[in-house]
């Protein structure tokens, strides 16, 4: 059972750059999650989604795009990297409706730009 | 919008000791959750304990368990009989009750680093 994969695992940007982070979970999880964490900040919500086609901003979503066409994919895309979008990114999904449903976490990309 | 503060970046326990993790949040609301997340240097992020805010019997989970103070919107995480494999950082993270279709948006704090010393 693979849960939440990310990838990739690492990556290093030039300024400008554009970059997808994939995510994709086989739990048939109806929602998921994008964070950033960074020191001394904790993890913060980029974007959310709550099924295939809908799709929110959280508390930071300047600089991100996301799209949810299938229920198991969830890419968050940078079209213009910056150096502050350097941090650790995770992935999150869980049901939808279940109040004792768990958030499932991918293990992270370590995104630096440079 | 709630808030989540955990005023210690940094703690140290001697192994097989009892250390105490703090937490307070700010809501407005009466129903949420509560969790403490461990993230070891895998970087994996590890669901330790969680609290239903209605209910005032306060979590436990083996060595974990919660002292949940309402009333002082305190969420305290100990951790009893230490062991090595417990050092990690630890994020203590608010959700309220009332998720709009259901979105699992989970408030995190600053996160405070526990060291286990040998």
């Known amino acids: 059972n693979a849960g939440v994969t990310q990838t990739p695992k690492f990556q290093v940007l030039k300024t400008g750059q554009s970059m997808t982070l994939q995510c994709a979970q086989d739990?048939?999880?109806?929602?998921m999650s994008w964070y950033r964490q960074d020191p001394g900040m904790g993890l913060r919500l980029i974007h959310y989604?709550?099924?295939?086609?809908?799709?929110d901003q959280g508390e930071v979503p300047n600089g991100y795009n996301v799209s949810r066409s299938t229920t198991e994919d969830f890419p968050l895309r940078l079209l213009s990297a910056a150096p502050s979008q350097t941090s650790v990114y995770f992935c999150?999904?869980?049901?939808?409706?279940?109040?004792?449903?768990?958030?499932?976490f991918g293990n992270g990309t370590r995104l630096t730009v440079t | 919008a709630q808030t989540v503060t955990q005023s210690q970046p940094e703690m140290s326990v001697q192994e097989a000791e009892t250390v105490t993790l703090s937490c307070t949040y700010d809501?407005?609301?009466?129903?949420?959750?509560l969790f403490w997340y461990k993230q070891p240097p895998s970087r994996q992020m590890i669901l330790v304990i969680r609290?239903?805010?209605?209910?005032?019997q306060n979590a436990t989970e083996n060595r974990f368990s919660v002292n949940f103070q309402k009333a002082a919107k305190s969420f305290s995480l100990k951790i009893s009989d230490s062991q090595l494999g417990d050092a990690a950082m630890y994020f203590c993270?608010?959700?309220?009750?009332?998720?709009?279709?259901?979105?699992?948006?989970?408030?995190f704090g600053q996160g405070t680093r526990l060291t286990i010393n040998p």
């Open positions: 739990m048939n999880h109806e929602y």
């Open positions: 999150a999904s869980s049901y939808v409706g279940q109040e004792n449903s768990p958030l499932h």
């Open positions: 993270a608010y959700r309220s009750a009332w998720a709009l279709q259901g979105a699992q948006k989970l408030v």
């Open positions: 609290q239903e805010a209605y209910k005032q």
């Open positions: 989604s709550v099924g295939a086609g809908i799709t």
């Open positions: 809501t407005s609301e009466s129903d949420y959750y």
